[in-house]
């Protein structure tokens, strides 16, 4: 199935003592590009996170953020910078001296000033935080991916309308290639009696005159390799891998054979459907530059 490289998924859940979230985002971008936030410790979940979430996305610039908070403080201790502390008291009293201010700093005022008091949690056991952290963003990762399938088949569909819409814009073109070439002789044949004033016109002369006409804006060739792309375009939309870069490719030689198409025509009418076919052709980059 088709996914957009926009997507975003977010879950929560308590795990084994641990309160997780995680939240899952990500914008186009030509690669695999990851980031993350953790929190102040879990440095170690980052290349476990990254190496999982490339297992089903393959493009896009992805930022994970998570939350971790530990319910059960078993274990844990609070310790006291006395250093520090003294540091402080020292400021305190030094201060209350100068200023002529009463001197009535107690244990509890003292500990409300930064890093006097830290909590030292247990010793971390990183199979058990990565286990938890895992299955909630296993769970932000399904939500992240259907995001991005339910895009995904908006864009697909629309694709899928315009090249359609260039399909008949390319029957129109077969149609009217040929017709170009019989008027075109008619100017030419019209215009020579009119110079020879009733002198009999060389057949054989104006029938190398459309062959040469002929072959110089002949589109068959053209349009033959142009229905095939489009077909391939399709194949690709339906074929459930990551194919943007692939769709890219393919865009490119679509507008190819239609410079080509626009480079041989000189009827107005040719013209202006070559231009209504580049449009769509426009539309179609816009959008697969926004698929996985």
């Known amino acids: 199935m088709i996914r957009s490289m926009t997507g975003y998924g977010r879950s929560q859940d308590t795990?084994?003592?641990?309160?997780?979230?995680?939240?899952?985002?990500?914008?186009?971008?030509?690669?695999?590009?990851?980031?993350?936030?953790?929190?102040?410790?879990?440095?170690?979940?980052?290349?476990?996170?990254?190496?999982?979430?490339?297992q089903r996305i393959s493009r896009g610039k992805?930022?994970?953020?998570?939350?971790?908070h530990t319910l059960e403080t078993a274990g844990s201790e609070v310790v006291v910078d006395h250093g520090l502390a003294e540091s402080y008291l020292t400021?305190?009293?030094e201060l209350a001296q100068r200023y002529d201010l009463r001197e009535d700093v107690s244990a509890t005022v003292l500990?409300?000033?930064?890093?006097?008091?830290t909590v030292r949690q247990a010793q971390l056991d990183e199979d058990a935080v990565w286990a938890a952290v895992q299955q909630v963003t296993d769970e932000a990762l399904t939500r992240f991916v259907a995001m991005r399938e339910v895009e995904g088949a908006r864009m697909r569909q629309d694709v899928l309308s315009r090249a359609d819409t260039i399909r008949q814009a390319v029957a129109v073109v077969e149609q009217r290639s040929?017709?170009?070439?019989?008027?075109?002789?008619e100017k030419v044949e019209n215009r020579m009696?009119?110079?020879?004033?009733?002198?009999?016109?060389?057949?054989?002369?104006?029938?190398?005159?459309?062959?040469?006409?002929a072959?110089?804006?002949?589109?068959?060739?053209?349009?033959?390799?142009?229905?095939?792309?489009?077909?391939?375009?399709e194949q690709l939309l339906d074929s459930g891998e990551a194919v943007g870069r692939k769709l890219d490719?393919?865009?490119?030689?679509?507008n190819r054979e239609t410079n080509t198409i626009g480079s041989k025509c000189s009827d107005l009418e040719l013209t202006r459907i070559v231009v209504d076919i580049k449009a769509e052709i426009e539309k179609i980059r816009e959008q697969i530059q926004n698929i996985e």
């Open 15 to 54: 795990v084994d003592g641990l309160s997780v979230v995680v939240e899952i985002k990500s914008v186009n971008h030509r690669f695999y590009e990851y980031s993350s936030r953790l929190p102040r410790g879990y440095g170690f979940l980052d290349d476990k996170l990254k190496t999982y979430l490339q």
């Open 62 to 68: 992805v930022d994970v953020y998570v939350q971790i």
């Open 91 to 93: 400021a305190l009293r």
């Open 111 to 117: 500990s409300r000033y930064p890093d006097i008091l």
């Open 178 to 185: 040929p017709e170009t070439v019989r008027e075109h002789m």
């Open 193 to 213: 009696r009119e110079l020879l004033a009733g002198v009999p016109v060389d057949e054989a002369r104006l029938l190398n005159e459309a062959a040469v006409y």
């Open 215 to 233: 072959d110089k804006v002949a589109v068959a060739e053209e349009t033959v390799r142009l229905r095939s792309h489009l077909d391939q375009l």
């Open 249 to 254: 490719f393919l865009v490119q030689e679509i």
